[in-house]
């Protein structure tokens, strides 16, 4: 299937929309506001800045775009990247943090729109099946983790697998109804997807009893906090001076965001016969993390669940996107209505989310079919861990050993060609 077109990777091309892009746009805010929140919390961000995350983006870089399913805006991976890059620099959930992550955006956006410009689309295949496989594992795992504390109801303190690790130790801090929550979330929603397939609206009826329980006063973990009901603007006052501290993260993650979305598009182009230009989807990401970024949300990415869903409901154009961003904005005046949602139910939501990251059985084939390439991304997974919260410095140790390892086939290739025949 042919991945590149004859569009520039930044003209703006949008087909008319059709009627079911209204409902599957519904379906997909639906997904995407309690997700916006949890990945926002994940990011070490406020909750409000997951929504200003979760509108802007997919309404200005709707037109941008390539696949037509895609849809972008706060996803786990990128979430967890950004948090990393970030965490060793200021505290998260501050004022100073949130500013970083926005020139983190912006500067993502930049570096994303000149690649695409450039048609370097094709980097993102460096990211072989193995190192994708090795790190989205190893992210997957990270992510759970972080969930651990909230949806056991702990208070905990430390990096991400150290605070893991005390919260499954501090039995004595452990809230029973939170723990009920989460397992009742993870429950309902997995449930109802195998009862009545992806549109069952699992995750909004946990928020709705959620939220009823918070405001009960009946629970005493910790709760979502202030929501302030405020429409985004661009603030261009970002920590600039602060772009030499980041600038090396930031060019990494450019294209370690990119692997997700990529995929997405790609899988859903070959399933579908159509056309996919990976510079112009580079392209579009890049609009999308730039629209973040001024307007002072953090680093967005394509999501697999909601590009899934986006399908299955009917979705036909890139104008979801488009309202999906609307339908989210209009949330935002009435956003107050979460302020006491249990945090252990955004935690279940954000491990139920990360369940197809988790690529164990494609290890274990690739060490069946390629024990070099099994190896590999075994090691990417094992860097992954290693090297949290920084894990997007996993992809560049990754993708060096690939390429050195390409070199040398190439050396044995070539030394085999000029060695002579034997008669």
Same mark, same amino acid.
């Given at each position: 299937m042919s991945e590149q077109s004859s569009r520039p990777p930044l003209r703006p091309?949008?087909?008319?929309?059709?009627?079911?892009? @209204?409902? =599957?746009?519904? !379906? +997909?805010?639906?997904?995407?506001?309690?997700?916006? $929140?949890?990945? &926002?919390?994940? %990011? *070490?961000?406020?909750?409000?800045?997951?929504?200003?995350?979760?509108?802007?983006?997919?309404?200005?870089?709707?037109?941008?775009?390539?696949?037509r399913f895609l849809q972008t805006g706060p996803v786990a991976l990128t979430a967890i990247v950004t948090f990393g890059a970030l965490s060793t620099i200021e505290t998260p959930g501050t004022a100073e943090y949130v500013a970083l992550g926005a020139l983190m955006a912006t500067m993502l956006g930049c570096f994303q729109i000149v690649f695409g410009a450039a048609r370097w689309g094709r980097v993102a295949f460096l990211m072989t099946p193995a190192i994708v496989a090795g790190f989205t594992s190893g992210a997957a795992l990270l992510i759970a983790a972080s969930q651990l504390p909230a949806a056991l109801g702990a208070q905990t303190d430390g990096h991400?697998?150290?605070?893991? @690790?005390? =919260?499954?130790? !501090? +039995?004595?801090?452990?809230?029973?109804?939170?723990? $009920?929550?989460? &397992?009742?979330? %993870? *429950?309902?929603?997995?449930?109802?997807?195998?009862?009545?397939?992806?549109?069952?609206?699992?995750v909004l009826i946990a928020v709705v009893v959620g939220v009823l329980i918070g405001r009960s006063g009946s629970y005493s973990a910790a709760l979502v906090g202030a929501i302030p009901n405020k429409l985004p603007s661009i603030q261009l006052d970002l920590p600039w001076g602060s772009v030499g501290s980041i600038f090396l993260s930031a060019l990494v993650i450019?294209?370690?965001?990119?692997?997700?979305?990529?995929?997405?598009?790609?899988?859903?182009?070959?399933?579908?016969?159509?056309?996919?230009d990976a510079s112009r989807e580079l392209s579009g990401q890049g609009i999308a993390n730039l629209a973040s970024g001024l307007f002072g949300a953090f680093?967005?990415?394509?999501?697999?669940?909601?590009?899934?869903?986006?399908?299955?409901?009917?979705?036909?154009?890139r104008w979801v996107g488009v309202f999906v961003g609307v339908f989210v904005l209009a949330f935002v005046s009435v956003a107050?209505?979460?302020?006491?949602?249990?945090?252990?139910?955004?935690?279940?939501?954000?491990?139920?989310?990360?369940?197809?990251?988790?690529s164990f059985g494609t290890l274990f084939q690739l060490l069946k079919t390629s024990r070099r390439d099994g190896l590999?991304?075994?090691?990417?997974?094992?860097?992954?861990?290693?090297?949290?919260?920084?894990?997007?410095?996993?992809?560049?140790?990754?993708?060096?050993?690939?390429?050195?390892?390409?070199?040398?086939?190439?050396?044995?290739e070539r030394r085999s060609a000029k060695r002579p025949r034997q008669p």
């Open positions: 091309v949008m087909a008319k929309p059709q009627v079911g892009d @209204v409902t =599957a746009a519904i !379906a +997909v805010a639906l997904l995407l506001i309690p997700q916006c $929140l949890a990945y &926002a919390e994940l %990011a *070490g961000m406020p909750a409000h800045v997951g929504l200003i995350a979760a509108s802007i983006p997919p309404i200005i870089a709707a037109p941008f775009g390539s696949s991400v697998m150290i605070r893991a @690790v005390r =919260a499954l130790q !501090a +039995v004595e801090t452990w809230e029973l109804f939170a723990i $009920l929550l989460t &397992a009742g979330t %993870a *429950g309902l929603v997995l449930f109802g997807r195998r009862r009545f397939g992806r549109r069952f609206p699992g450019s294209f370690v965001q990119f692997a997700e979305p990529s995929s997405i598009a790609r899988r859903f182009a070959e399933q579908d016969g159509e056309h996919w680093p967005v990415g394509g999501s697999f669940s909601r590009s899934s869903l986006n399908r299955l409901s009917g979705g036909e154009t107050d209505v979460l302020e006491t949602l249990p945090k252990s139910i955004l935690a279940a939501t954000v491990i139920i989310a990360v369940l197809p990251l988790f590999l991304g075994i090691g990417t997974l094992m860097c992954t861990l290693v090297m949290a919260p920084r894990i997007h410095f996993a992809v560049i140790a990754a993708v060096s050993a690939s390429l050195a390892l390409g070199m040398v086939d190439k050396l044995r």
